[in-house]
């Protein structure tokens, strides 16, 4: 068994027997090769269930809201991007960090099913192990190293946080701060901008109109934590619900924009969208523009900062006098 | 120019009647749009204004509906920084709006056709120039047809 | 009697039904494969099993608006918006999407039989495509779907043979297709059907062998009560995040909404568009919704498509197996699992 699941397996078993949390907050393994699900324990029996492997994506700290109306003390298994949406919400006002016993894993990335799909190599899959910057590939017949770099979701591949920002445990040694070009940050931001208005408002368009309007983007989104969202408010009349490409351009322009200075940058948005929609970009947009306008500040590094959208300076620039378009 | 590029999805550009709407702020502006008119400082009929308590008050929902439902230009109007009536709401607009903005403009909106502006309940001739300058450009640049909603027509 | 073309033809029969139908076919776009509106040009991908989302939209609109209303003085007027006006073919569907037009007739088919959807229904030809090449989600034939053979309603079903594809007329529909078609299809030879036995043949084995073969739906048995009262949906729902990609993906889910949207004071008009009872505005009555927890709104999806539907159809499932949930759910809650659980497994 790998080191770290029986780590997390005995942590677990040991903070539910002594008391010390009601429930733990995981990852299970199902019966694909990239089912590792979020899983509830309370009892310290059932433990044994918990795992860690290179599909843990799910980022489980959203569930704290929930589970913290039910239990007093919970415990729960976060990786370096699930532990600054973890600390965001603190700083929304969502949960308590005194109710809550962080188990921090160092991630090294997790692997794209889809990546493995497009390659073919999920025919008879087994199972699926990394070690170091390799990945193996194991059906009954064969073996298979293949770098992981191939592998990795977008999003791990421009992973500035590997380790847990905030944690009271640690359940694997901290990895190296990956090497990460700072400037490819932006990028895809940068390349819309590129464009005429006419060509991105059509990018846009042809994206938008991909969207089924489900709301996973909203649902997994650690910022998108309101009690009740306004597309759920049938009285705000916001909730448009037709197929119609204002409809959709409207729900993501807001909803991009309800997370501002918020958004952690996780970009679970890109990840669920059953349609592919590059959702992300629209989140790394304000951001930049936020860091180029404000200052850098990075959601959910400190949950002692407060969102730059919430607050102002006095000495804020005055971007409309001078006919600049947002721009300093 | 073809006669084909003079209409866009069904309006005729050379009869084409912008439609701006502009939210002002209640305590600044909005008297300024009544000076503007007091003081005969002509400003065209094409100006929808909407009064609201405080620039602040204007959510990014309106700015987006009015574009769906057939604005070719929003301006929003308050008042200076520092003169707010409720101590800070215009403060949160300009960080609000600089953000939006920008984002209107990465979907491809004009930035000519959003405009935040700060005018004051003594500068009618200001309301009335920002309001002209704003007709000019939406003029030149014809009807807005992104973000519109196909259902409604004017 | 079973024709042939070649597939170096595709592009000519793509353009000989565009004469006289709309044709809607699998397209890669972005690296994912939808259906939509054939255009000269466009990649045509008939390889990919399953389509990005199913094909239930062409039937059964995201978004349909079927009334639309005005006010003259004190009076109202009042316009029926009628339905699909041109005829149609959805070319390349696979025989789990297919058979979910059947669940789907059993609801808008029945009385008061709904107009739109019926319109939709008589203009459009479905052309199938058989799989010979199963994935790993696949579990059709646990619903008695077979990927080799299509469903004898399907109006013409075709067999990739690799270089050609194989096409046979099963309904009047098809054959006035197949009709129009006559100057590029040419007869089947019979080594073609030898060709298509052997790979039926094997295809039979190779779903035998597909991991989740062995899924089965009749183990669900016993007292409704019991079911509905069952523990297993605590544990299943308490990872759901409440978002609507399984019902959205899912080729069976039919569940919509009615609303208006108001145009100016004057005018406006009324529309469904689909709904998922995974959303905490689904039903929503004065008092709220009837399921207020997450646990009872997954439960109401799994239940109606694995009990209530099957009690009021004549044991027929409410899915078809296409494993979109099983790819498509951030957090893998899928309806394999709760076939398991309630099985017994």
């Keep these: 068994m790998d080191k770290i699941t029986q780590k997390i397996r005995e942590t677990a078993k040991l903070a ?233 351009q409207f729900y993501h322009i807001i909803r991009a924009y309800h997370v501002a200075g918020r958004c952690v940058e996780c970009g679970e948005c890109s990840r669920v969208c059953p349609a592919g929609i590059p959702l992300h970009k629209l989140n790394s947009k304000i951001i930049k523009d936020l860091n180029g306008l404000y200052g850098e500040h990075e959601a959910g590094l400190d949950s002692s900062v407060e969102a730059p959208i919430g607050m102002f300076k006095l000495d804020d620039c005055d971007s409309f006098s001078k006919q600049g378009g947002g721009k300093k | 120019m073809s006669i084909e590029d003079e209409k866009i999805e069904g309006i005729d550009k050379v009869k084409f009647e912008p439609l701006v709407v502009a939210f002002c702020c209640n305590w600044c502006s909005y008297a300024g749009a009544d000076l503007a008119g007091t003081s005969r400082f002509s400003y065209p009929a094409n100006v929808k204004i909407i009064r609201v308590p405080c620039s602040c008050r204007v959510s990014e929902n309106f700015v987006l509906r009015a574009f769906q439902r057939g604005a070719d230009a929003v301006v929003i109007a308050g008042c200076h920084p520092g003169d707010c009536h409720y101590t800070s709401g215009n403060y949160h607009t300009r960080r609000r709006f600089s953000i939006l903005t920008n984002l209107l403009e990465y979907m491809g909106i004009e930035q000519e056709r959003f405009k935040v502006d700060w005018i004051s309940a003594a500068e009618g001739h200001k309301f009335a120039s920002v309001m002209n300058d704003v007709l000019e450009k939406v003029h030149k640049l014809g009807p807005n047809g992104k973000l519109r909603d196909d259902r409604w027509i004017r | 009697m079973m024709k042939k073309i070649s597939k170096s033809q595709f592009s000519q029969l793509f353009s000989n039904i565009d004469k006289s139908y709309q044709l809607f076919l699998p397209v890669e776009l972005d690296g994912k494969v939808n259906f939509d509106l054939w255009q000269e040009g466009d990649k045509v991908n008939i390889e990919k099993l399953k389509t990005n989302i199913s094909p239930k939209s062409f039937i059964f609109p995201q978004s349909e608006t079927y009334m639309k209303f005005k006010r003259d003085g004190k009076k109202l007027k009042i316009d029926n918006v009628s339905g699909k006006k041109e005829d149609y073919v959805i070319f390349g569907v696979r025989h789990c999407d297919a058979s979910s037009f059947k669940l789907l007739d059993n609801v808008f088919l029945e009385e008061p039989v709904d107009r739109l959807y019926e319109q939709r229904r008589e203009k459009g030809t479905i052309v199938t495509m058989a799989c010979f090449e199963p994935e790993e ?73 597909l991991p989740l073969a062995k899924l089965d739906p009749t183990k669900i048995t016993g007292e409704l009560k019991d079911l509905f009262d069952s523990e297993i949906w605590q544990e299943l729902s308490e990872r759901c995040l409440g978002c609507g990609s399984c019902t959205f993906v899912c080729p069976t889910c039919h569940c919509y909404d009615v609303s208006d949207f108001k145009g100016d004071a004057q005018t406006g008009e009324r529309f469904r568009c689909w709904d998922s009872c995974m959303f905490s505005d689904f039903t929503l009555m004065a008092h709220g919704n009837i399921r207020k927890t997450q646990k009872e709104r997954v439960r109401q999806r799994f239940m109606h498509k694995l009990v209530y539907y099957p009690n009021n159809h004549e044991g027929v499932y409410a899915c078809v197996g296409c494993g979109r949930c099983v790819e498509k759910c951030p957090v893998h809650l899928d309806i394999v699992k709760v076939i398991k659980k309630l099985g017994g497994e």
């Design chain 3, 137 to 209: 989600n696949c579990f059709c034939t646990s619903f008695g779907i077979k990927p080799q053979t299509a469903p004898i309603e399907v109006d013409v079903t075709t067999w990739d043979l690799g270089e050609s594809i194989l096409w046979q007329s099963q309904t009047q529909k098809g054959e006035a297709l197949t009709e129009k078609l006559n100057d590029i299809l040419e007869d089947a030879a019979n080594q073609d059907k030898a060709e298509l036995n052997s790979l039926q043949e094997s295809t039979k084995g190779k779903v035998k062998e």
């Design chain 1, 16 to 248: 539910l027997e002594n008391g010390e949390v009601e429930k733990i907050i995981g990852w299970t393994k199902g019966d694909t090769f990239d089912d590792s699900h979020p899983v509830f324990i309370t009892d310290e029996d059932k433990a044994d269930s918990l795992i860690w492997d290179s599909f843990c994506v799910n980022n489980v700290s959203k569930y704290l809201i929930k589970e913290l109306k039910q239990s007093n003390k919970v415990g729960v298994f976060l990786k370096g991007c699930d532990s600054l949406g973890f600390n965001q919400l603190i700083v929304d006002n969502r949960i308590d960090r005194t109710k809550v016993v962080v188990y921090g894993i160092s991630c090294p990335g997790m692997i794209d099913p889809e990546k493995v799909k497009n390659e073919g190599l999920n025919k008879g899959l087994k199972s699926v192990k990394r070690s170091g910057d390799e990945i193996i590939f194991i059906t009954s017949e064969v073996e298979k190293k293949l770098s992981s770099k191939d592998f990795e979701f977008d999003k791990c591949l421009k992973c500035r946080h590997p380790n847990p920002v905030v944690y009271d445990q640690l359940m694997t040694d901290a990895l190296e701060e990956r090497e990460v070009d700072l400037e490819a940050r932006f990028k895809d931001v940068e390349d819309l901008e590129a464009l005429s208005n006419d060509e991105r408002s059509a990018y846009w368009k042809n994206q938008f109109s991909k969207c089924i309007r489900c709301n996973a983007c909203r649902n997994i989104c650690p910022a998108c934590s309101c009690v009740k969202c306004i597309f759920d408010n049938t009285k705000a009349e916001v909730s448009g619900k037709a197929k119609a490409d204002t409809e959709e």
